[in-house]
C-alpha cells in the first residue's frame, strides 16, 4: 500500500517531538498520533487545583540528560538554572542537625557535615568520590548521541578499570561503603540508584548501578538544573521546533493497531501509512499494537515503577529543627527525608515484603525558590512557594488493583508523616487553601500514571534501564543507535530505547538518526 507518509511516531511524548523535528528537517513528511489532547507526555505543566494560579512540573520536574547539542540542533529556546545548593540532608537520628552541601562553599560544608556525621574526614571522602566519578560523566555523556559505543571502548576512554568494574561488574554497595564511613552519607550517594527503582544496596541484579550510572553523567557534570517556566516549557518548545519543520500534529487519535506493513490505525477509523514507524509508546504498549496488528512482537515483560510524587503548593516555606539552616537553602536543593543507607534498605525490605515503608524515604525541592515565574503575582507577592516531594521504594504492586484513592491516601499519608518528622512543624500547617476550601496537595501514584498517561506499572523508565553500551559493535542502524524494536520497520523513539529514560530528548534524537540512515538507504 501507498505510504501516506515517511514516518508515523506513536505518542507526542517529548522524545516523539524532538524525533518529528529532526525528520521534519531532513525533508521528510512525519506524522505524530496521540492519545490526548495534548502533546509532552509526562513532560507537562498544569495547574492542579481550581483558582489557584500555580503551574506545575507534574510529573517529571528537573533536567540533567538533555544533551546541549539537541538544544542547539532544534533552536530550543529554554534556560536551565543551576542550583546553588546541592542537597540538605538531616539526620533521621536528631534532626536539629544536617548536612548542607553548597557548591559555592566548600568550607561551610566540610563544617556541616562534621557537625552533623561526628566525623571530620567525611567531607573529604565525599568530595573524593566525587572527584572518582566525574570522569565518568566525561567518557560517557559524549556518547549518547552518537551511534552505541562498546563496552570495551567507554572504558578504555574512562581509564580507570578499577571504577569501571565498581561501577558495571559489582553491586553499588560495594563502591559507596569503601567511599564513605557514615550511614547518612552513604545514603546521599545510594539514592542516585533508586530513583523510580525498586532495588537495594547489594541487588545483585545492578538494576541501582544502572539507575546510578544515568543520574551522575548528565550533562557531562552530573548536576540536575530546574526548566525556567516549568517542565512544559520544555516541551512546548519541542512542539514548536517540531511544527516549525513541518510535523502534523494530531491529537486524541488513539493508536489501536501497528501493522508490519506500516499500517497505523486509530480508535476513530482513520488509518496513516509509514514507511517507518516510531513508538514514543513503551515496548510493552507498543507489543500488544503490534499483536494487535497482526504482527508478531518480541516478549516483552511488563514493567513496573517504584515512587510516588506528592505536590504541594504552601503558604511559606515550613520550619526546620534544625536553626542554622534556613529553609530557603535546605529546599532549594535536593532535600533528603529518612535516607540513610540503612533506611533505604530497609524501606525495600518492606516494600517487597507487601507494605509501604514507615518511614518511607523521600526527596524534596522547592521548585519555585529557582523559578519564581511559575507562580502567578499574587501568590508570588503572598510569598507562596511550590514543594515537591519524590518517595522512593513504592512499587506499583501496592498501589496496583486497589482502591485508587485508598492507595493514593495510604502513600501521601506516610510521605508526608515522614517529611513531618524532620519539621519543626506540620507540612499541612503550611499548605495553601484553595478557593474551594481544600488544601493544595495532591499524590501521583504508579497507579495514576498508568490511568492518566498509559504508561504501564507506573514505570518512568519505561522499563528496566539498560547500559548505554553495547558488547560488540553491530551492523543495522536500529541496533547501532539502541533504537530497535524487534518488529522491521518499527523503531523505539521513547523511554523504552537504550539510553533510553528521564527528559532527555536522546531517544527521541538516536531514533531519527536510524530512520533517516533507512530512508535514505
Known amino acids: 500500500m501507498t505510504p501516506t507518509h515517511d514516518v508515523v511516531i506513536i505518542g507526542g511524548g517529548h522524545n516523539a517531538l524532538v524525533a518529528a523535528a529532526y525528520l ?20 507537562v505543566s498544569e495547574r492542579p487545583w481550581a483558582g489557584v494560579d500555580a503551574s ?135 539514592t542516585d540508584g533508586l530513583i523510580g527503582t525498586s532495588s537495594w544496596s547489594d541487588d545483585p541484579s545492578l538494576a541501582q548501578n544502572r539507575c546510578f550510572l544515568y543520574h551522575v553523567i548528565g550533562g557531562g557534570t552530573g548536576d ?22 513541518g510535523a502534523e500534529v494530531r491529537t486524541r ?25 516510531l513508538s514514543g509508546v513503551g515496548a510493552a504498549v507498543l507489543a500488544d499494537l503490534v499483536t494487535a496488528g497482526g504482527g508478531e512482537a518480541s516478549a516483552v515483560s511488563r514493567p513496573a515503577g517504584a515512587q510516588v510524587k506528592v505536590n504541594m503548593l ?3 516555606l515550613p520550619r526546620l529543627r534544625d536553626t542554622s539552616v534556613a529553609p530557603e537553602a535546605a529546599f532549594a536543593g535536593t532535600f533528603h527525608v ?20 514507615d518511614p518511607l524515604p523521600a526527596e524534596i525541592y522547592c521548585h519555585s525558590l529557582t523559578d519564581p515565574s511559575i507562580l502567578g503575582p499574587e501568590l508570588r507577592s503572598a510569598g507562596a512557594q511550590t514543594l515537591t516531594l519524590f518517595g522512593l521504594q513504592v512499587p506499583h504492586a501496592l498501589v496496583t488493583g486497589r482502591d485508587a484513592a485508598g492507595a493514593r491516601d495510604e502513600v501521601q499519608s506516610a510521605a508526608i ?36 498517561l498509559g504508561m504501564v506499572g507506573g514505570d518512568i523508565f519505561h522499563g528496566p534501564l539498560s547500559w548505554p553500551w553495547l558488547d560488540d559493535a553491530p551492523d543495522a542502524a536500529p541496533a547501532r543507535w539502541g533504537v530497535a524494536s524487534g518488529v522491521d520497520g518499527v523503531l523505539l523513539c521513547g523511554s523504552s530505547a537504550v539510553r533510553g529514560g528521564a527528559v532527555s530528548g536522546i531517544g527521541g534524537h538516536n531514533a531519527a538518526m536510524a530512520a533517516r540512515e533507512l530512508l535514505e538507504a
Open 253 to 277: 487519535a488513539e493508536v489501536t493497531s501497528v501493522s508490519p506493513d506500516g499500517e497505523v490505525r486509530c480508535a476513530d477509523g482513520r488509518v496513516v501509512r509509514g514507511r517507518l514507524v
Open 417 to 452: 508523616r515522614s517529611l513531618n518528622a524532620v519539621l519543626d512543624e506540620p507540612i499541612e500547617d503550611c499548605l495553601w487553601i484553595a478557593p474551594d476550601g481544600s488544601p493544595c496537595i495532591e499524590a501521583r501514584t504508579t497507579d495514576d500514571l498508568e490511568r492518566s
Open 224 to 245: 540536575w538544573d530546574v526548566p525556567v517556566g516549568g517542565m512544559g516549557r520544555v516541551s512546548a518548545e519541542m512542539e514548536r521546533a517540531a511544527r516549525e519543520a
Open 338 to 357: 529518612n535516607e540513610r543507607m540503612s533506611d533505604l534498605d530497609a524501606a525495600y525490605a518492606t516494600a517487597r515484603a507487601g507494605r509501604v515503608p
Open 24 to 43: 521534519g528537517r531532513a525533508g521528510r513528511s512525519v506524522v505524530i498520533l496521540e492519545r490526548l489532547a495534548h502533546l509532552g507526555g509526562a513532560a
Open 56 to 190: 506545575l512540573s507534574r510529573y517529571s520536574y528537573l533536567v540533567s540528560l538533555l544533551p546541549r547539542r539537541i538544544v542547539d540542533d532544534l533552536g530550543l529556546r529554554v534556560e536551565l538554572r543551576r542550583r546553588r545548593y546541592s542537597s540538605y540532608t538531616p539526620d533521621p537520628a536528631d534532626p536539629s542537625r544536617g548536612v548542607l552541601v553548597d557548591t559555592q562553599d566548600a568550607a561551610a560544608t566540610a563544617r556541616s557535615m562534621t557537625a552533623t556525621t561526628g566525623d571530620p574526614e567525611e567531607a573529604s571522602r565525599y568530595r573524593d568520590l566525587l572527584t572518582r566519578l566525574a570522569p565518568l560523566a566525561t567518557a560517557v555523556f559524549p556518547t549518547m548521541t552518537e551511534p552505541l559505543p562498546t563496552a570495551a571502548t567507554v572504558r578504555a576512554r574512562l581509564g580507570d578499570d578499577e571504577l569501571w568494574e565498581q561501577v558495571t561488574e559489582r553491586p553499588l554497595g560495594e563502591l559507596v561503603r569503601a567511599s564513605l564511613l557514615t550511614d547518612l552519607m552513604r545514603g546521599v550517594a545510594l
Open 314 to 316: 504552601l503558604r511559606r
